[in-house]
């Protein structure tokens, strides 16, 4: 045996130096004082070896170089009492050559055989690192035969942090943060905007550096959890004997000293087997989520420490700087000018000398920044890493109101004279290694960018605004589904698919183009961006600022806390900040002008696809290559380029028989046709059968099962709820992505993704493998993969129903080829189809078809604060007299008394919803359809309020109502949501001859208004139900409860199955989760009635086991209710049933309102002697 490792520590950069040689050696290259290559040798005494193997060994080492290893040599050169020959020829090797041996003669080895001591373990070294080098053997094996030998720096090198020091935000100090942040005492209008900006950062960062601790700076030391104080005193023992055995070499000596070798070993490895455990089980539902996926990310395998990169030649850098200047330099060049032709340089230069235009300052949306712009984008920022300036989103979040006052009038200084700071165009650039790609090569590396937090609150106001003029004029092209609003991915692929189907229908070849965009973000052209604006009519300060955002970018590579020099960021989007995806996304919108209206083609931010159908496939090819021809031209004119190698066709057709192959050009290349291709995550094939789709999914899904895995176990493991939710989480999101879709495959294929759900759901109940499939579902509450794809497929057409702009409308609406599908009934449906097949199969709610429609965006500069009064919500009613309510709620009513008054209140019971408003002797109910929520029910009587309001002419109205989440809604402008977006637009629209204002007042507090609006709510159960359009949302709920529905059906019917007895009503277990793994399996086996000792015959091919007492067969039913044996424990742990005289039933002992409690349960089978046995 034998064997060499090399072990580098996370965050030394390190690269791999490949040896060619017959002995065992491996060799790496790190990066400390300077670039230093080390190479582990191991020579066996068998192995014969000769001067030459050494020296071949050695050209293919760069300099400098340590050797070590195990050479199996003896010399009195390096400690060994005699020379053999194989140290002679090493002696002759380190003599011949330019070596230096660091050894200092003290013996490394003691055999086992002789308890002779030697020296066999050496160290060679390049002569220029002789000096910085020292050797030194620990005397003590540690449990080998071998001491370690510890080559260290003769002289510490000064130390620097290995990356920079965080900011600690968990233990910050937020009340002295907000009350040091004072950034409403500086000075705004003597200063530039770089003064303004270095001012308030140095603010902002010196109340941090008081309110808010930093870490050090350093790795983390890796400690070991699993240690423990019999690890320690097992250490001192094999310790002592070897002390003894070297002062006393005996052979009772050696014997003692590997006794107590064998038993610390025994000791730690014990201990390290019930750390695991623990660790496993510490991953549970009551930590926080954070944690939780922290730890799974680790057992996932995505989840590694930054390690910082060792490049190879050209440059062979000798320290991190230059390291980080060869990443700068590659990542400059992707972005440089000479990525584009000579003849669009020329263009660029001819174009650029236009001046865009400098009108439009009067715009709405030039008008100067609002303090609810401002607030709502603090409130919105994500815990992401700060830029160079270190602040942090959280700091921002928790600054005082006059600070964001005085924030705000910063940022409308930058609005008015379109001027940004420098520092907020500079970008700390992070390298971070691709999946599958050669560490060694800058090219590997994709860049992430770390720009300042507060010019990101910047830009996100911005470009709210501009994506608001974008959305509200429709200005973007409706076949762009990128980073736009009620639009995703599944879009293109129902469209993509709706075309193949009708190309099937008509016997017809669908060919398709998906294209690849070569650097399309690094190298955008930017005056083309500003040029795109200019087009589609935006003007003014929101231009101008565009323009001096793109201007003057440059970034720094950062290695652990080493930066490389400044680098210009010479064109494209700049990475990592907020207004960039939405500019590329412009600067993508004139492709809907270059493709022709009879192709189909698809665009989800740079990804693009067109199509053509037709019976004939030159007809295909012909209007295919004139739409190539002009994306190409359409490229070359924006200085973008398609890469001829990754754009590749595809032909769909179900003809049989061999068809031509297209000939498609791109770039006078040749396109490749393949017979399947994966766009936006789902792989499409000729045949569109999906088939290589599922088998990849499955894959994939079997791969994520592996977590589950390691995280559950029966004894010892993650709780229920936390592995449910991993499930959900890491499997069961990838079967459902693009399930809209590939769920028009065959059932025989889809019920190929069946065996990853269901052992998905056994992992994480931990149910015994016999269980039958309709139990798993039921006791983990999680429907089989077939309802699941048809609730999907039910939620993705109704959001698109109530959207008729959307660009799957007509798609998902209607079928203008109903007839012709109805005619060839083997012919699978389109989506459209397919959706009434369910509606009809699931028998869906006829109002469930007609959703109502999202409201238009409104503009983010109107504030609908000022309509709200949230005054009386400090009143805590339950800690409060009812009189002190009312005459607190008298005073804010004496406040509105030149106001006509209206209260509202919205109710829902089981089989009715109810809407009311009341105005002196006026009153007006409406019953809704009972799928609607509470919520819809208050948002629709305040709806009617103002509704009354504008048509009765009232000039001042105050609406009270109880309904606090409607008055939150309206409060965070939640327009897109129905009724809610109704109510703010009218409310906004009419403000100028109507003032209207809503209060909120406690309910079921003797106000008399509150109680007479509830009293009519309440009516409305008497009423007719009014014929009005629901929203989305309810919609998805009363389509999830029929599809329960129709579960609940068949399971009725499984009336032999174990598990129905305990859970005929199908439902979420209120006692299924248990603080200790154990528990939770033992009451999912025996509820589902499938255990080891009663069912491992299945799996072992054995015949039903009998109760060894009674002779009975062996079931859960025997165990707990029928074995006459264990009557005694019976009594003793189900008193409660026995005291009662109620005869014993599953449902009574083990269902979800049991009147045993389970602990007892849990006892009896422990008591009973089956607790270890299921």
């Known amino acids: 045996s034998g064997g060499v490792a090399i072990i580098i520590q996370n965050g030394i950069p390190v690269r791999e130096v490949s040896i060619n040689s017959h002995l065992e050696a491996v060799a790496v290259t790190i990066l400390a004082h300077k670039a230093i290559t080390i190479c582990s040798l191991y020579i066996p005494p068998h192995k014969p070896f000769s001067i030459r193997d050494l020296e071949m060994i050695l050209d293919q080492l760069p300099e400098p170089f340590i050797i070590a290893g195990d050479f199996n040599a003896h010399n009195p050169l390096w400690g060994s009492k005699n020379t053999d020959s194989r140290g002679q020829i090493l002696e002759d090797f380190i003599l011949t050559n330019r070596i230096c041996l660091l050894n200092s003669g003290a013996a490394t080895y003691c055999s086992p055989a002789t308890r002779a001591f030697s020296c066999l373990d050496l160290a060679l070294c390049s002569p220029s690192l002789y000096t910085d080098f020292k050797w030194n053997v620990i005397d003590n094996p540690y449990g080998s035969d071998h001491m370690p030998a510890l080559i260290e720096l003769a002289s510490a090198l000064p130390t620097t942090p290995s990356r920079p020091p965080r900011w600690k935000l968990h233990l910050a100090d937020w009340p002295l ?68 055995f070297r002062r006393y070499p005996t052979q009772e000596n050696l014997l003692s000293f590997k006794k107590a070798r064998a038993k610390a070993r025994y000791i730690r490895r014990e201990a390290e087997k019930r750390s695991w455990k623990n660790y496993i089980s510490s991953i549970n539902s009551s930590i926080t989520s954070k944690r939780m996926w922290d730890q799974v990310r680790k057992f996932n395998g995505n989840y590694a420490a930054y390690t910082i990169p060792m490049l190879s030649p050209p440059g062979n850098p000798t320290n991190l700087q230059e390291q980080a200047d060869i990443l700068g330099e590659h990542f400059a060049s992707v972005c440089s000018s000479a990525n584009y032709s000579a003849k669009f340089l020329r263009h660029k230069q001819s174009a650029e000398k236009q001046k865009l235009p400098t009108t439009g300052y009067l715009d709405k949306y030039n008008a100067p920044l609002t303090i609810h712009e401002i607030n709502r984008v603090l409130t919105m920022g994500k815990k992401t890493a700060p830029g160079l300036d270190q602040i942090h989103y959280m700091m921002l979040a928790h600054l005082s109101q006059k600070a964001v006052q005085a924030l705000l009038g910063f940022f409308n200084i930058i609005w008015e004279t379109g001027v940004m700071p420098a520092e907020w165009k500079k970008a700390i650039v992070i390298p971070f290694l691709k999946a599958g790609k050669e560490p060694t090569s800058p090219s590997s590396y994709r860049p992430i960018a770390l720009t300042s937090c507060l010019a990101k609150s910047y830009e996100s106001i911005v470009n709210i605004r501009l994506t608001y003029v974008i959305e509200s004029d429709h200005l973007l092209d409706c076949h762009q589904c990128g980073y736009k609003k009620g639009c995703s991915t599944t879009d293109h692929l129902v469209r993509l698919e709706h075309a193949i189907r009708e190309a099937f229908l008509y016997k017809q070849y669908c060919l398709a183009v998906f294209f690849d965009l070569e650097k399309a973000y690094d190298t955008t052209w930017r005056y083309g961006i500003l040029r795109d604006l200019a087009d589609l009519g935006i003007r003014g300060r929101i231009l101008k600022c565009i323009s001096n955002f793109l201007s003057n970018r440059t970034f720094q590579v950062r290695l652990g806390s080493t930066l490389s020099r400044i680098f210009v960021q010479e064109n494209g989007v700049p990475q990592g900040c907020i207004l960039s995806t939405t500019l590329f996304v412009v600067k993508m919108n004139s492709l809907n002008r270059i493709i022709p209206g009879t192709l189909m083609h698809s665009l989800y931010v740079d990804d693009l696809q067109i199509a053509f159908r037709a019976s004939s496939m030159a007809t295909c090819e012909r209007q295919v290559q004139v739409a190539i021809n002009k994306l190409t031209q359409w490229a070359a004119d924006n200085g973008f ?17 061999l068809h031509p192959s297209p000939v498609l050009k791109l770039h006078d290349a040749v396109l490749p046709v393949k017979k399947e291709h994966k ?43 936390c592995l449910l939710r991993i499930y959900r989480s890491l499997v069961r999101s990838k079967i459902d992505c693009g399930c809209i879709v590939y769920g028009s495959a065959r059932q025989s294929y889809l019920k190929r993704l069946d065996p990853a759900h269901n052992q998905g759901l056994r992992l994480a109940t931990g149910a015994y493998r016999t269980s039958p499939v ?37 798609i998902v609406t209607s079928c203008n080829k109903r007839i012709h599908y109805m005619n060839r009934p083997h012919v699978i449906r389109p989506v459209s189809l397919r959706y009434e097949e369910k509606y009809r199969d699931y028998n869906i709610p006829q109002e469930v078809r007609h959703v109502a429609n999202i409201p238009p965006i409104l503009a983010p500069w109107n504030d609908f604060a000022k309509f709200l009064d949230f005054s009386l919500t400090s009143l805590k009613k339950h800690d409060m007299p009812q009189e002190h309510i009312i005459q607190e709620f008298r005073a804010i009513q004496a406040e509105y008394n030149s106001y006509t008054e209206f209260y509202t209140d919205g109710s829902k019971a089981h089989d009715y919803v109810g809407s009311s408003v009341v105005s002196g002797d006026w009153e007006r109910t409406v019953r809704l359809t009972s799928f609607v929520s509470v919520f819809t029910a208050e948002c629709y009587a305040l709806w009617m309020a103002v509704q009354e309001v504008v048509n009765g002419k009232h000039k001042k109205a105050v609406i009270f109502t109880d309904a606090l989440s409607a008055l939150k809604s309206l409060n965070l402008k939640c327009d897109r949501t129905p009724l809610v977006g109704d109510i703010l637009r009218t409310v906004l629209e009419v403000c100028k001859d109507h003032t209207i204002r809503f209060c909120w007042v406690p309910s079921h507090v003797g106000i008399p208004g509150n109680e007479r609006a509830d009293e009519c709510a309440a009516a409305a159960k008497y009423k007719a139900v009014s014929k009005t359009r629901i929203p989305v949302r309810d919609g998805l709920r009363a389509c999830r409860e029929t599809i329960i529905r129709k579960w609940q059906s068949e399971w009725d019917k499984k009336v032999n199955n174990k598990l129905n007895l305990v859970k005929p009503i199908l439902g979420e277990w209120n006692t299924s989760y248990h603080p200790k793994r154990s528990v939770e399996v033992i009451l999912t086996r025996l509820r589902i009635g499938h255990t080891h000792i009663t ?48 005869p014993l039933h599953p449902r009574l002992i083990l269902g979800d309102d049991p009147l045993v409690p389970l602990d007892s349960v849990i006892s009896y089978m422990q008591e009973t002697g089956f607790f270890n046995r299921c």
């Open 774 to 810: 309709p139990s798993l579902y039921v006791d983990s509450n999680e429907p089989c993969l077939e309802h699941r794809r048809t609730q999907l497929l039910l939620a993705y057409v109704l959001k698109v129903q109530a959207s008729p702009g959307h660009i799957c409308y007509d």
């Open 641 to 657: 380029r398609f890469s001829p190698e990754k754009t590749v066709a595809m032909v769909f057709s179900q003809k049989r028989g």
């Open 177 to 244: 943060f907000t009350e040091k942040a004072s950034l409403e005492e500086i000075c705004l209008h003597t200063s530039t905007v770089d003064d303004i900006n270095e001012n308030f950062t140095a603010c902002i960062l010196n109340a941090a550096k008081y309110a808010i601790p930093q870490s050090s700076g350093s790795l983390y030391k890796k400690l070991k959890p699993w240690w423990t104080s019999d690890c320690t005193n097992a250490k001192k023992l094999p310790n002592k004997a070897w002390g003894i």
């Open 679 to 721: 766009f936006l995550g789902v792989v499409f094939d000729s045949k569109l059968n999906f088939l290589s789709h599922i088998d990849a999914l499955k894959i994939k899904a079997t791969r994520a099962l592996n977590v589950l895995k390691v995280l559950s176990g029966k004894h010892w493991g993650s709780d229920r709820k």
């Open 1095 to 1142: 069912h491992n015959y299945l799996l072992a091919k054995d015949e039903q086991p009998i109760c060894d007492k009674c002779q009975e067969l062996l079931t859960v039913i025997h165990i707990l209710i029928t074995c006459p044996h264990m009557e005694t424990q019976r009594r003793k742990f189900f008193y409660e049933l026995y005291k009662s005289q109620t």
